[in-house]
C-alpha cells in the first residue's frame, strides 16, 4: 500500500492503471481518504484555532471537512460525478468503484492539509498538497477511463467545478462556506 501511495504522489500513471484494475484496493482507497481527510481538517480546524476564531466554528469546521467536503463530496462524490461526465461525454472505460479506487490514492497530497496551521505559510502549504492532488486525480482519471488527456482534462474540470459548487453550498448551509478553503476539499 505505501508503495502505492508514493507513487501515486509521484504521479506514476502505470500505478493508477494497477490501481484501477485492482478490485481488491478499495479498502486502501478508503483508508488513505478518511486520513487524509482527518488531517487535513486538523490542520485546518487549528489554524482556524491560532486565528482565535470561536470553538463552535473551529468544531463544525472541522466536522464538515472532514467528513462532508472530505469524504462524501470531496471523494464519493467527486468519483461518482467524474464516472457520470466521463462516460456520458467521452464513453470513458470505468465504473464507479474504479473512480473510487483511483481518486482515493490520488487525495494522497493532500494530507500537506495537516500542516494548515502554520501562520502564514500554512494555507500555501495546504493549497500546494490540493493542486498536487487535482493533478494526481487528472492522471487517475486519464488512466482509468482509458482516453486521451484532453477528455481527462474536461472531465476532471467539470466534475471537479460541480463538486465544489455542492462544497460550498453545503458549508453555507452550515455557516462555514469559507470552510472549504481551510483543509479537506
Aim: proline share 2%; with cysteine.
Amino acid at each position: 500500500m505505501l508503495d502505492r501511495i508514493f507513487g501515486a504522489i509521484r504521479l506514476n500513471p502505470l500505478v493508477y492503471r494497477e490501481i484501477a484494475e485492482d478490485q481488491n484496493a478499495m479498502k486502501e482507497a478508503a483508508i488513505i481518504v478518511v486520513v487524509v481527510s482527518f488531517f487535513a481538517a486538523l490542520g485546518g480546524a487549528g489554524g482556524l484555532l491560532l486565528a482565535q476564531v470561536g470553538a463552535g466554528t473551529v468544531v463544525g469546521g472541522f466536522f464538515v471537512n472532514w467528513l462532508i467536503n472530505g469524504i462524501l463530496i470531496g471523494w464519493i462524490g467527486w468519483a461518482i460525478l467524474t464516472y457520470f461526465v466521463g462516460k456520458l461525454l467521452f464513453k470513458g472505460q470505468s465504473d464507479i468503484q474504479e473512480m473510487m479506487r483511483v481518486l482515493g490514492y490520488a487525495s494522497a497530497p493532500k494530507l500537506l492539509g495537516l500542516l494548515g496551521f502554520i501562520p502564514c505559510v500554512g494555507w500555501l502549504i495546504a493549497l500546494a498538497g490540493w493542486v498536487l492532488s487535482l493533478i494526481a486525480g487528472f492522471i487517475a482519471v486519464r488512466e482509468a477511463m482509458e482516453f486521451e488527456t484532453l477528455h481527462a482534462i474536461i472531465t476532471v474540470v467539470v466534475s471537479w467545478v460541480v463538486a465544489l459548487v455542492i462544497a460550498l453550498l453545503i458549508g453555507s448551509i452550515f455557516g462555514l462556506g469559507a470552510g472549504v478553503a481551510t483543509g479537506a476539499f
